[in-house]
């Protein structure tokens, strides 16, 4: 029973410190520097000093939203003359292209459409005109997010400093009270997540950032393979790898609703879980903490082992369990009791889900498993070869 006891705490362990304690110790972490260091926000740069922009969105069969993304788009509160608004449409068969050419044809120097009737994958179709950026900032946001008018101000200031290579936006989840339990369940990951970035932020570095919205120097970009998941992570981490950090900018949002049901937020998921694996041996060089310091340690801590480990450990941990309750020992009597009512909150959570019935207590325990179970899924479809670049998106609630 030693061995088991063992396997039990340690798989347990790891669990609690990848979703819980990787957070307290950064926040201690960050106190500490604080004490010795003091991170000063930096200032919105006068008008003068303020840099082009260009501005990427890629939109693939977004009829649905593009309408909506270009308005938000400029209302942008970023001189015109420096802000370059980019909507590439490869290889969209509606009406996206045609809605995007409209308003170009009316705005030929803030607007401009890039399309080619091929669809060759959204890294294609960005790299494909990055080779055209000539302003030294670039931002990315996806077509079915909304961007606070600030958001560009917010982001460029941190260029001021020269050791950042990158800024990741803040991404937000819309929901109501109407609202499926997927959505709500996706907000409150994101909240904790942004909470995490932010603290990552303090202590050394942000750890990758969302294609929601996020902004690179133009100088450091460099093509991602071809068939990479999730480019937006990869490309990001390879500019920290190269020196820089990359900055956390809450004040410039991204607002998305929520997915239509958790059977599309789990098409989504199961995408990135693929994509994560990838990214994890594409990024093996970011395991050595003797090269890297910090940024391995908060790349294995936030990020590799939430991908890999843990997820593996939470069969580990209920079958473990049970061998050590039928030994007898009270403890382990009341802690598999906890493991079932966990389970059991989220099974109630899948059934009301199904029902559209929303009660928050039983989102966590729903959203948490949904998440884990995505990283299996996500594993055998990236080793059988079944998950392309080509994806298809997951239905958001309109």
Known sequence: ?????????????????????????????????KLFVKNAVPAILPADELPAVTY?????NEEAWISEKIENSLRLQYPSEKLLLWFVTDGSNDNTP??????????????QLFHQPERRGKIAAVERVMEQVRTPVTVFSD????????????????????????????KRIHMDAAEEASAAG??????YESFLKQLDNEFYSTIGAAGELFSIRTELYRPVEPDTLIEDFVMTMR????????????????????????KEELKRKVRIAAGALQAIYRLRALLNPFKYGRLSFQYISHRMLRWTLAPL????????????????????QVLLGLQVAFYLLA??????????????????????????YAMFAGAIRLLKGQQSVLWEKAARAK
């Open 1 to 33: 029973m030693f061995w088991v006891e063992v396997i039990f705490w340690v798989s347990l362990g790891l669990v609690f410190y990848t979703h819980i304690g990787y957070g307290l110790l950064i926040w201690v972490l960050t106190r500490i520097k």
């Open 56 to 60: 990427i969105v890629a939109a693939y």
């Open 98 to 111: 045609a809605i995007v050419a409209e308003y170009a044809s009316k705005m030929p120097d803030r607007i």
């Open 143 to 170: 077509a079915n997010t909304k961007v606070n008018p600030e958001a560009i101000h917010n982001i460029v200031r941190h260029y001021r400093d020269e050791k950042v290579g990158a800024v990741a936006g803040e």
């Open 186 to 191: 996706e907000g409150i990951y994101w909240k």
């Open 239 to 262: 500019i920290a790898m190269g020196g820089y950090k990359i900055a956390y900018e809450p004040a410039a949002y991204a607002v998305e609703n929520g997915s239509a049901s958790v």
């Open 313 to 332: 450990a939470l069969p580990v941990i209920l079958i473990s369990n049970i061998v050590l309750a039928g030994s007898g020992q009270p403890l382990y």
């Open 347 to 372: 099974l109630a959570g899948w059934l009301l889900e199904k029902r559209k019935v929303r009660i928050k207590i039983l989102f966590i325990p729903y959203y948490f498993l949904v998440m884990n």
